[in-house]
């Protein structure tokens, strides 16, 4: 079974930039995640889709930050503009559905100079 | 509101040891708890994950045990090696939340030989 794949790995922007990442989450689980991970944190969920609609954005800045997931299959996160306090490893998950385990990507690193 | 601490925030072995990791969490009214390792500039990985009706669950050399009335949860690692330094988190999930996880900040655990 193939897992979450992410990309790209690491990026590197100024801030005020714009910056997207995509998701592709295994065949077949309904729910994506994205989440935040400072370093020395836990994720903090940003977004979370069911299928193709959201379930949960309570902690997603959208001011800046948006996320859609096409045909309830891959998703793009997006922040515009970047702040450096953005700076963090973004996570995508996703899982068959309700009480499942959750399957992560290896992230993205977001450096913000 | 969910919140979960994780004791210790990082540890030290010889390889061999047994090892209990702590995590707490103060609503009691979670119908399961997940545990996931992350290594360096990795994503995680789901160890275990306890559903609310069970006490406790195995793999291997972890076993991780659910105490709802009290709010904790321990992953116990019996004779510990060197492969097995990484980060080890808890999740708890939200009541009312589709799935949703709060995590903890882990325990940073290095084994050395």
């Known amino acids: 079974e193939a897992g979450v794949a992410q990309s790209p790995r690491y990026k590197i922007i100024e801030k005020r930039q714009s910056v997207a990442f995509w998701c592709n989450p295994i065949?077949?689980?309904?729910?994506l995640y994205w989440y935040q991970q400072i370093l020395g944190q836990g994720p903090k969920l940003l977004i979370q889709?069911?299928?193709?609609?959201?379930?949960?954005d309570s902690q997603l800045p959208k001011d800046r930050f948006s996320a859609e997931r096409l045909k309830g299959v891959d998703s793009t996160l997006k922040i515009q503009p970047a702040k450096l306090e953005d700076s963090a490893v973004y996570l995508c998950?996703?899982?068959?559905?309700?009480?499942?385990?959750?399957?992560f990507g290896d992230g993205t690193r977001l450096s913000i100079l | 509101k969910q919140e979960v601490t994780q004791i210790p925030a990082a540890l030290s072995v010889p390889e061999g040891e047994n090892l209990v990791l702590n995590c707490s969490f103060t609503?009691?009214?979670?119908?399961?708890l997940q545990w996931f390792r992350q290594d360096p500039g990795k994503g995680l990985t789901s160890l275990l994950l306890?559903?609310?009706?069970?006490r406790e669950q195995t793999s291997g050399r972890l076993n991780a045990s659910l105490d709802k009335s009290s709010g904790r949860s321990t992953l116990y690692i019996a004779a510990s090696q060197p492969g097995d330094s990484a980060t080890y988190l808890c999740?708890?999930?939200?009541?009312?939340?589709?799935?949703?996880?709060?995590f903890g900040a882990g325990t940073r655990l290095a084994v050395h030989p």
């Open positions: 998950a996703s899982s068959p559905g309700y009480g499942q385990p959750q399957h």
């Open positions: 065949s077949g689980h309904a729910t």
């Open positions: 889709f069911q299928n193709n609609g959201v379930v949960d």
């Open positions: 609503d009691s009214a979670i119908y399961n």
């Open positions: 306890i559903q609310s009706s069970q």
């Open positions: 999740a708890a999930p939200v009541s009312g939340g589709y799935n949703k996880l709060i």
